[in-house]
């Protein structure tokens, strides 16, 4: 065979193997790396964080049964559930885990502490104070996500703004949440510089919770829920409260204003798990989590007109020209 023969041929193989290893290829869906994400949630209100998480991921190319794989075994509904399923999520040996709230990032990160399996974590209220990073900046070791803003002033103002006549609140919140406690010292600083008078109540469990709200007390105008899943996750509840009573119920993301709230200045769930699919995408191609710094989610304005309604309250057109989100009555 001459040289030219020889040429030819290495280039034909070199051709085949090039064509052998392009997507959509037997050969390469064979060696393709499928990844397997593990997903920690702590109360039911936040699967529409993973949700948001999942579509974000699947926009930079990762498809659920193709390239990538969830293991989800449902909502967390108490957190002294959360060690018991991180164990069995790591037994699974996932690529990295997503780790919902405030609890759920701190039992993600306690599970990881020797394996490093990174974590992506959100929404958390301040995973500084909590201990879960070491700075926003440089978060360091194998965990990163994405962390709230100090909104509970301006959700306050807010509250103020639509009912200018509001002087009392109804603040339940559970002092063995550390999310919640966070919570209780914002709206406290929040209710001074507005000269406010806040009613604060223990709600440590579900049975507490129905007990306040069957002994709401009175001369309150409003109803405020701290960021708790636990206290959250009732919130149709608090909802037909504040109907009965014709107060109001502010809430801190929009799938509470969704469930009856009268309005919230918050995230939106769905969009906060975008923003940590997005940091995801990063480390499954090879960042290193402890150097992405904590990203902090958008707030937006939300009010529920048909629980306006309801209640036989009028919100001025200029406040709904700033909001976000209007749920209309049909």
């Known amino acids: 065979m001459d040289k030219k023969s020889v040429a030819s041929l290495i280039m034909a193989i070199l051709l085949s193997s090039i064509l052998s290893w392009l997507p959509g290829s037997a050969e390469a869906k064979e060696k393709q790396h499928t990844v397997v994400v593990a997903a920690l949630v702590y109360g039911q209100h936040n699967i529409v964080t993973l949700d948001g998480f999942k579509a974000g991921l699947r926009e930079k190319g990762f498809v659920e049964g193709d390239n990538i794989t969830y293991i989800f075994e449902g909502a967390v509904g108490s957190k002294e559930k959360l060690g018991a399923m991180m164990e069995q999520l790591m037994a699974k040996n996932p690529d990295l885990i997503f ?14 502490a020797k394996r490093k399996i990174p974590v992506v974590f959100g929404p958390v209220n301040d995973p500084m104070v909590s201990g879960i990073v070491k700075d926003q900046k440089m978060p360091g070791d ?41 919570s209780f010292q914002k709206i406290k600083e ?34 405020f829920l701290p960021r708790d899943a636990m206290v959250m996750s009732r919130v149709k509840d608090f909802a037909e409260l504040a109907l009965q ?65 309801a209640m036989g309250m009028t919100i001025s057109e200029n406040i709904l020209r700033q909001a976000h989100t209007i749920i209309r009555p049909e």
């Not at 780790?99 to 990881?112: L, M, N, V």
Request: net charge neutral; charged share 20%; with cysteine.
């Open 245 to 309: 009573r014709k107060i109001i119920l502010s809430g801190n993301r929009l799938e509470m204003v969704k469930k009856g709230s009268l309005f919230s200045f918050g995230f939106e769930g769905y969009e906060l798990g975008k923003q940590m699919a997005r940091l995801a995408d990063l480390i499954l191609h090879g960042k290193n989590p402890g150097e992405l710094p904590v990203e902090t989610a958008e707030d937006y304005l939300a009010i529920n007109l048909k629980t306006a309604k």
């Open 142 to 182: 194998n965990i990163t996500g994405v962390m709230l803003t100090d909104s509970t002033g301006k959700q306050l103002e807010w509250a103020v703004r639509i009912s200018p006549t509001l002087k009392t609140i109804l603040f339940p919140y559970n002092p063995n949440d550390k999310s919640s406690l966070i």
């Open 190 to 223: 929040a209710t001074a510089t507005l000269n406010i008078e806040m009613v604060a109540r223990q709600t440590r469990s579900h049975a507490e919770i129905d007990a306040l709200i069957a002994d709401c007390p009175e001369g309150v105008d409003a109803l």
């Open 99 to 112: 780790a919902a709230t405030t609890p759920g990032a701190i039992a993600a990160q306690k599970a990881t």
